[in-house]
């Protein structure tokens, strides 16, 4: 099988895994939003709103430094996998000792002033640090799977926990109300210790899945071995440092613009404002779902072949047919905006006492193409960022990172007040963008790839020009859009149909 190939079965399966997670999830949102109050919904995006940072600090940069010495101590790669298990586990206990030492400073801070109720937010801070601590615990062991090429493993794995965490909340929002209200077996029992709509079976459900995955990766698990060595974790750490920085950095250059939005902007309405970004924020998701599946299976391949004779011949071919798919998905999903927003949104429009009423989140709809090339300009740089990490120069992403939070920061001070939740939107591409280019001429200067940046071009600019006509000049009309869509797979597969030939008859 060519590698090419390999790689394109590795990452559809991760894409499927992907898909499957984010559909369920997807699915148990209105769930929450329908059975439990407006605080507890609350409660639960307070706290899952700090777990991105909180993970990236646990992680400490330790899955891509573990995928980088697999290839440079291919003679100890046991003991690559013991530092950086080790490092994780040390970081997570250190984390765990401080949050239980200072426990309820953290939960009157999370209460914001709210007296009663402290137990229940006890519970849900000790749940919400399992979840943490277990996580982290398994973040290299899901690598290993990964470096070992078992995307099914991981898959199965992954769509376990997600399944154990939908079946254990309808048990308890509508299973066990269930039993109550009908007097099956058990029904007195449950009644006496059941509290009907309580947040906190959310946050034991997705504990009691996150300790069933540890159980599921025992295999991983057992195979470490107490033998730490100081001089390889000297190096490893000089390496993940920069990543850690740079992951944080990345973590804000997402999710800022929002809080900064909800401050920048009048109060009267900026709730509105940041509510209609954030749902129509949520059809560009779509794209980023397929980035992150080639994230997870590009990482551990592009580490594999990096001692490979023609293994920048095969970055550059990775490259190219990673452009074409998020281009093709960028028109396809502007070419179908209107029906994702009736899916998601709803109707345009809808009748309040005999008068017509604009649904007001599908004015935010202009969002959409902007975020769409910036996840396309963030996964060609997650694709670029191959130089720095094979080159030992993590620095590199430090200082990439660094400039598209300053960014981010800067041009949202100066620009929402004037441009609102549009103006998060642009700036979310330009700092996508601008560290897209400085990657790559950084990249070409330390570590040359024989990119094909004309092909590369030609098929983003085509990309921009079919949005515009789809989005401005045929005002989103969904058969133009698709006559648009299927005219650039067209020409993609009869420019490519070659080379595609040759890489599915290569065995």
Aim: aromatic share 16%; net charge positive.
């Amino acid at each position: 099988m060519s590698t090419a190939k390999k790689f394109a079965g590795q990452t559809a399966i991760y894409g499927l895994s992907t898909i499957i997670s984010r559909m369920i999830y997807f699915v148990l949102t209105p769930i929450y939003t329908r059975t439990l109050p407006v605080g507890g919904n609350g409660i639960f995006t307070a706290l899952y709103g700090n777990a991105s940072i909180v993970n990236a600090i646990l992680a400490f940069g330790m899955e891509t430094t573990y995928f980088r010495y697999l290839q440079k101590r291919e003679d100890n790669k046991q003991q690559v996998y013991n530092n950086a298990f080790g490092v994780v586990i040390a970081v997570s206990i250190v984390f765990l000792a401080f949050c239980l030492l200072f426990l309820n400073p953290i939960i009157n801070y999370l209460q914001a002033g709210v007296v009663k109720d402290h137990a229940d937010y006890a519970f849900y801070v000790k749940c919400f640090l399992v979840i943490l601590v277990v996580d982290a615990f398994c973040v290299i062991p899901f690598a290993k799977i990964r470096a070992d090429g078992r995307p099914m493993k991981y898959a199965i794995i992954k769509c376990i926990n997600i399944l154990f965490v939908m079946t254990f909340n309808l048990f308890f929002l509508f299973g066990i109300p269930f039993i109550i209200k009908h007097q099956l077996p058990g029904a007195q029992w449950v009644a006496g210790w059941y509290r009907p709509h309580w947040v906190g079976y959310v946050f034991l459900a997705n504990s009691a899945a996150s300790v069933l995955t540890v159980f599921l990766l025992l295999p991983e698990i057992l195979k470490l071995k107490l033998k730490f060595d100081v001089s390889m974790f000297s190096e490893m750490f000089t390496y993940s440092w920069p990543i850690l920085i740079a992951n944080i950095s990345f973590i804000i250059n997402e999710s800022l613009d929002k809080a900064m939005l909800k401050q920048m902007l009048p109060q009267a309405i900026s709730d509105q404002e940041v509510g209609i970004y954030g749902i129509c924020a949520k059809i560009a998701l779509f794209l980023s779902i397929f980035v992150q599946a080639f994230r997870l299976g590009a990482e551990p391949f592009f580490f594999s072949h990096a001692k490979n004779k023609n293994s920048g011949e095969t970055y550059a071919r990775i490259m190219n047919y990673f452009v074409i798919t998020v281009a093709v998905i960028c028109v396809a999903l502007v070419a179908n905006v209107n029906l994702l927003a009736f899916i998601i949104i709803g109707k345009q429009t809808h009748v309040v006492h005999n008068h017509v009423v604009n649904n007001i989140y599908w004015s935010g709809l202009g969002v959409v193409p902007p975020l769409l090339f910036g996840y396309l300009s963030l996964g060609i740089y997650m694709n670029l960022s191959v130089w720095y990490k094979l080159s030992d120069q993590t620095k590199y992403g430090l200082y990439i990172s660094g400039i598209g939070a300053l960014l981010t920061i800067v041009l949202n001070w100066w620009l929402i007040p004037k441009y609102s939740y549009m103006a998060s939107a642009w700036i979310s591409l330009t700092a996508y963008a601008t560290m897209m280019v400085l990657s790559y001429l950084w990249g070409q200067k330390n570590y040359p790839i024989p990119y094909n940046l004309k092909k590369n071009l030609a098929y983003i600019i085509i990309a921009i020009v079919l949005v515009y006509l789809s989005f401005s000049v045929f005002k989103r009309n969904i058969f133009a859009g698709n006559a648009l869509l299927l005219l650039f797979v067209a020409g993609a597969f009869y420019t490519e149909k070659k080379e595609l030939k040759a890489i599915f008859n290569k065995r």
